[in-house]
């Protein structure tokens, strides 16, 4: 989904700079018999950016996963969840999916 968003960004004519744009993942994991099983994934990035890009960002950020080869794959299977931190020069905004 990373290399998604960034495809977005840049569609939208925001450059990708590895050292402003960053991502964690964290995965459930649970046990079913004598294996495991990935419940849910929160994929949660970190996008420094000018506040004129602001609109851009959040509208890539929310059509991303329809885009993305890896979530279309596993979203029946696997629970997966994003949310964002903007870095807008003085201000720091907060963005999650739509539930």
């Known amino acids: 989904m990373f290399g998604t ?3 977005a960004l840049s ?16 995965g459930r ?9 990935i419940e849910s994934i929160a994929l949660h990035y970190d996008v420094t950016a000018s506040s004129e ?5 959040e509208r890539a ?8 080869p890896a ?5 029946d299977a696997i629970t997966v969840t994003w949310h964002a931190t903007l ?3 003085d201000t ?3 963005v999650r999916e739509a539930e």
Do not use: M, W, Y
């Open 87 to 89: 870095r807008l020069g």
């Open 29 to 37: 994991i649970v046990g079913v018999g004598r294996t495991i099983r």
């Open 92 to 94: 720091v905004v907060e």
């Open 5 to 7: 968003l960034a495809g």
């Open 53 to 57: 890009q602001r609109e851009a960002i």
């Open 61 to 68: 950020l929310r059509v991303h996963p329809e885009g993305c």
């Open 71 to 75: 979530h279309q794959s596993v979203k």
């Open 11 to 26: 569609g939208r004519k925001i450059p990708f700079d590895r050292n402003q744009f960053t991502a964690t993942v964290d």
